[in-house]
Structure formats: structure tokens, C-alpha cells
């Protein structure tokens, strides 16, 4: 049976902490505009799925699990905490592409890199 490396295979783990080094590149090179990008996606993405779930998207699973009102008002914001920690990856590797744009948009540019 085929066995390949340990090293061809990529983990989570791994991935994340690549693109976490790439954010932090991205947030001494940019500054503001970085923190601003990525806090700013990060709460429009939250907000977005509180209330996905509030009109809509969570009353079947609220219904489905008998949650009254104010269960389900907890249940959406809890489940939107959930979904947001679980795609931390996907909204790190979206900053880091996206920042040099809105940067230059803004009228920032990056600070040269710091020599080794």
C-alpha cells in the first residue's frame, strides 16, 4: 500500500499557522488599514450571521429543539460565535489579500520591510 511522506500532508494547524505569520506580515506592513480590514470584515461577518440566523436561517433548528424566544435570541448569537471562530482561516487569508488593495484605495502605502 502507497505511503506517502508526513510532509506532503498539510494540517490545519499548519495552514493556519502559515497564513497567521502572512496576517501579521500584512498587519507591520500596512498597520491601520490591516486592523481595520480585518476587524472590520471579521464584525461584518458576525453580524451578518446573527442576523441570517435571527431572519430565518436558525427559527428551524430553534423550532426543531423547542427553544423559546429568548433561547433562540441566545442560541442566534451563540451560533454566530460558533460559525465566526470556525472560519477564522478563511477571513485571515481574505484580509491578507485583500489589504494591499483597500490600501492603496486609502491612499497608505506599506512600510518597506524591515532589513534582517
Do not use: C, N
Amino acid at each position: 500500500m502507497f505511503a506517502p511522506a508526513a510532509s506532503v500532508w498539510l494540517t490545519v494547524s499548519t495552514v493556519y499557522a502559515k497564513w497567521k505569520e502572512r496576517l501579521s506580515d500584512v498587519v507591520q506592513r500596512y498597520g491601520a488599514v490591516a486592523l481595520v480590514t480585518h476587524y472590520g470584515l471579521g464584525a461584518l461577518f458576525f453580524f451578518g450571521l446573527v442576523a441570517a440566523w435571527k431572519f430565518g436561517y436558525g427559527e428551524p433548528l430553534a423550532r426543531q429543539f423547542g427553544l423559546g424566544a429568548t433561547a433562540e435570541a441566545s442560541a442566534a448569537w451563540g451560533g454566530a460565535y460558533v460559525v465566526y471562530k470556525a472560519t477564522m482561516l478563511p477571513r485571515m487569508m481574505v484580509t491578507a489579500v485583500l489589504t494591499p488593495g483597500i490600501a492603496r484605495v486609502v491612499g497608505r502605502s506599506p512600510k518597506p520591510p524591515a532589513a534582517p
